[in-house]
């Protein structure tokens, strides 16, 4: 894998104080935030230092029952040419169900949700990364997540897991050791045992965040400082091998740029005292995928995994009841956090709700998803979200009811559905 050094995702909030970060060798941007041909000055600008972008996809489900869609492969190709990356990475997870495989109605996570590990759920991520390696032009490493929740009768370790993964298809590797440190809380997984049982010669780097640990669930929030058992599990990891790279990740409550450089330093000294600790084992020689046998794409595989996939997300987003063998509290608490986390993408999407709803646009947003599901973009979520409220005759206070009236038939025509188009001509007339 390609040396990359000592990196930080680059964020739009933080563009600026990234490109002020002493000793940033290269940076990693959302694939999904990009546009390829009108990428961010300071991308740009980072480039022409000589700064390496890597892009990372979060929305292509590989995990999931689905084929990869094929635009959503080529949007990330098309990411990585013009970005000049030497890869592009992943998240070993599922973002969405439902839809032909189950004859149900299509559902999105708005969120990464974990695989099960067993022997259908492999064959099928295996059938999936191909696909993904085939579409793309550079190399594809695929990342370990962080949960909340675990799956029932588990075959397979998460170290067994990704070495088969590795084995059969040669994809490389993201390990995120702060969703090593989140499992070992909230599925008690021991880290050290995770990292023995992992092929690192196709470590292609390792992602460092923050979290924060809440009534005894670890929450991967990216938004907190770096924990010193998250730094921990960084120096076992350096203390195998000599990470191609490392990168410092930071989503949402950005902190001063002498507080991300503080980190920064953290993290450098952590490798530096493991590097000095003792000599790191050699690496063991490339492998070649091992060829699958069997019959290629079996549908049985696909179909199982696209029912138990679907039965989790629409207890998570539509009530329906705990499958078997869940543990009943933690989905509540999986639940929770996929409402919280919807509200918090809308709000951004669309600020606008928020400030018409003042304190109240929380409780109103969780009324909102009480039954309804995310089925499209954030961006249709605001506008359903948006309707919800008119056709429940809200906000309460008229002018703020009839600028949200405006705001919706400005975004979505002027003719919608139902008792909303009939409530905005009224309130129309009325501004």
């Known amino acids: 894998m390609k040396h990359l050094g000592i990196g930080i995702g680059w964020r739009?909030?933080?563009?600026?104080?990234?490109?002020?970060?002493?000793?940033?060798?290269?940076?990693?941007?959302?694939?999904e935030n990009l546009c390829p041909g009108h990428l961010p000055d300071s991308l740009l600008r980072l480039r022409e230092r000589g700064v390496t972008v890597v892009p990372h996809g979060v929305s292509l489900g590989l995990g999931g029952a689905e084929r990869p869609d094929p635009a959503r492969l080529a949007g990330l190709a098309a990411r990585a040419e013009a970005l000049g990356s030497p890869l592009v990475t992943e998240h070993i997870a599922f973002v969405r169900a439902g839809g032909a495989l189950t004859a149900?109605?299509?559902?999105?996570?708005?969120?990464?949700?974990?695989?099960?590990?067993?022997?259908?759920?492999?064959?099928?991520?295996?059938?999936?990364?191909?696909?993904?390696?085939?579409?793309?032009?550079?190399?594809?490493?695929?990342?370990?997540?962080?949960?909340?929740?675990?799956?029932?009768?588990?075959?397979?370790?998460?170290?067994?897991?990704?070495?088969?993964?590795?084995?059969?298809?040669?994809?490389?590797?993201?390990?995120?050791v702060a969703n090593l440190h989140t499992n070992h809380v909230n599925r008690g997984e021991d880290p050290a045992k995770t990292l023995a049982a992992l092929p690192l010669d196709a470590l292609a780097y390792v992602h460092v965040a923050g979290g924060v640990e809440r009534d005894g669930v670890w929450h991967d929030t990216h938004a907190h400082p770096v924990t010193r058992p998250v730094l921990d599990i960084l120096a076992d990891l350096a203390s195998r091998c000599a990470p191609p790279g490392v990168l410092l990740e930071r989503d949402e409550a950005f902190p001063p740029a002498a507080e991300l450089a503080g980190e920064l330093d953290a993290i450098r000294r952590t490798l530096t005292a493991a590097a000095a600790?003792?000599?790191?084992?050699?690496?063991?020689?490339p492998r070649n995928p091992r060829p699958e046998t069997g019959t290629p794409d079996a549908a049985g595989p696909r179909q199982r995994l696209a029912l138990?996939?679907?039965?989790?997300?629409?207890?998570?987003?539509?009530?329906?009841?705990?499958?078997?063998?869940?543990?009943?509290?933690?989905?509540r608490v999986q639940a929770r956090a996929l409402v919280a986390k919807r509200a918090d993408v809308v709000a951004r999407v669309a600020p606008e709700l928020p400030r018409l709803l003042g304190d109240g646009y929380r409780q109103a947003f969780v009324s909102y998803t009480a039954s309804r599901p995310l089925r499209g973009g954030y961006r249709q979520d605001a506008l359903d979200f948006a309707r919800f409220l008119l056709d429940a005759g809200r906000p309460a206070d008229p002018d703020a009811r009839r600028a949200l009236a405006r705001w919706f038939k400005e975004r979505a025509g002027a003719r919608p559905p139902g008792r909303a188009a009939r409530l905005l001509r009224t309130l129309t007339r009325a501004a």
Request: hydrophobic fraction near 45%; proline fraction near 10%.
């Open 12 to 31: 739009p909030d933080i563009a600026e104080a990234v490109e002020g970060l002493p000793g940033i060798d290269w940076v990693e941007a959302v694939a």
């Open 104 to 176: 149900s109605p299509h559902l999105e996570a708005g969120h990464l949700l974990p695989v099960p590990r067993t022997r259908d759920a492999l064959r099928v991520l295996c059938e999936n990364v191909r696909t993904a390696q085939d579409a793309l032009p550079v190399p594809l490493a695929l990342e370990n997540i962080a949960a909340l929740i675990g799956w029932p009768d588990e075959e397979l370790t998460e170290g067994q897991f990704l070495a088969e993964l590795v084995e059969r298809t040669g994809v490389g590797l993201l390990i995120d």
């Open 277 to 285: 600790s003792g000599p790191s084992a050699p690496a063991p020689a």
């Open 308 to 331: 138990a996939q679907t039965a989790l997300l629409s207890s998570l987003t539509a009530g329906t009841p705990v499958p078997a063998g869940f543990d009943g509290r933690r989905l």
